[in-house]
C-alpha cells in the first residue's frame, strides 16, 4: 500500500524515519536523565509516609512514559528504514517546517512561563495558553472565514475547559496553591 500523502497539508505529514530515529534518541535521554534525579529524590522512609507521597513519584512515572514511548518511537523509525540510504529530499522541507513549528511552541511557552502565570489567575493564564496553542497549530489558511471561526471557537472552549479542569484538579485533589 503506498503512502499518499498529497493531500496532506506540510505540517501534517510524517517526519522522516531518520528525524524520528533522532527524536527518540534525545527523549530517551531525556528520560533516563528524569529518571536518575527522580531517583535520587527523598522517599520519606524514615519519616514513615506512604509510598504515594514520595516527591519522586510523579517525575518517576513520568521518566518510565517518555523513555517508554522513545523507545516506541525509535522501533517504528527503524521499521520505516531510519538507517536505509540517505535522508529523502522531502525531509529538509519536512524539517524546516517542523523548526518552525518547534520555535512557535517553544515561544507560546516562554510567554506563558514568563508572561503570563504570575500576572493574571492561573486558570486563565492556562486557558489562554491552550487555547492559542489549539488556534495557532489548527490553522488552515486556505479555509473559508467561517470554518476558521469555529476551529478558533472550539480552541477557545477547550482552552477554558482545560484551564478550570487544571486548577482544580491541582487545588482539590493535590492540595497544590497555584500562582
Given at each position: 500500500?503506498?503512502?499518499?500523502?498529497?493531500s496532506?497539508?506540510?505540517?501534517?505529514?510524517?517526519l522522516?524515519?531518520?528525524?524520528d530515529?533522532?527524536?527518540?534518541?534525545?527523549?530517551?535521554?531525556?528520560g533516563?536523565g528524569?529518571?536518575?534525579?527522580?531517583w535520587?529524590?527523598?522517599?520519606?522512609?524514615e519519616?514513615k509516609?506512604e509510598?504515594?507521597?514520595?516527591?519522586?513519584l510523579?517525575p518517576?512515572?513520568?521518566?518510565?512514559?517518555?523513555?517508554t514511548l522513545?523507545?516506541?518511537?525509535?522501533?517504528?523509525?527503524l521499521r520505516?528504514g531510519?538507517?536505509?540510504?540517505?535522508?529523502?529530499?522531502?525531509?529538509?522541507a519536512?524539517?524546516?517546517?517542523?523548526?518552525v513549528r518547534?520555535?512557535?511552541a517553544?515561544?507560546?511557552?516562554?510567554?506563558?512561563c514568563v508572561?503570563?502565570?504570575g500576572?493574571?489567575?492561573f486558570?486563565?493564564a492556562a486557558?489562554?495558553?491552550?487555547?492559542?496553542?489549539i488556534?495557532?497549530?489548527?490553522?488552515?489558511?486556505?479555509?473559508?472565514?467561517g470554518?476558521?471561526?469555529a476551529?478558533?471557537?472550539?480552541?477557545?472552549l477547550q482552552?477554558a475547559?482545560t484551564?478550570?479542569?487544571?486548577?482544580l484538579?491541582?487545588?482539590r485533589?493535590?492540595y497544590v496553591?497555584?500562582?
Open positions: 500500500m503506498a503512502d499518499d500523502t498529497s496532506v497539508l506540510p505540517h501534517e505529514q510524517p522522516p524515519p531518520r528525524t530515529l533522532w527524536t527518540a534518541a534525545a527523549f530517551l535521554v531525556l533516563m528524569i529518571a536518575a534525579v527522580a535520587q529524590m527523598p522517599t520519606f522512609k519519616q509516609g509510598i504515594y507521597t514520595a516527591p519522586g510523579v518517576g512515572l513520568y521518566a518510565l512514559v517518555i523513555c522513545s523507545v516506541w518511537l525509535a522501533v517504528r523509525s520505516r531510519a538507517l536505509s540510504g540517505p535522508a529523502p529530499a522531502r525531509a529538509a519536512a524539517e524546516g517546517t517542523s523548526n518547534l520555535a512557535l517553544a515561544a507560546l511557552c516562554l510567554v506563558f508572561g503570563l502565570i500576572r493574571m489567575p486558570w486563565l486557558a489562554i495558553f491552550v487555547a492559542a496553542f488556534a495557532l497549530f489548527e490553522w488552515r489558511a486556505g479555509e473559508p472565514a470554518r476558521r471561526l476551529r478558533i471557537g472550539t480552541a477557545l482552552g475547559l484551564g478550570i479542569a487544571v486548577t484538579v491541582f487545588e485533589v493535590f496553591r497555584l500562582p
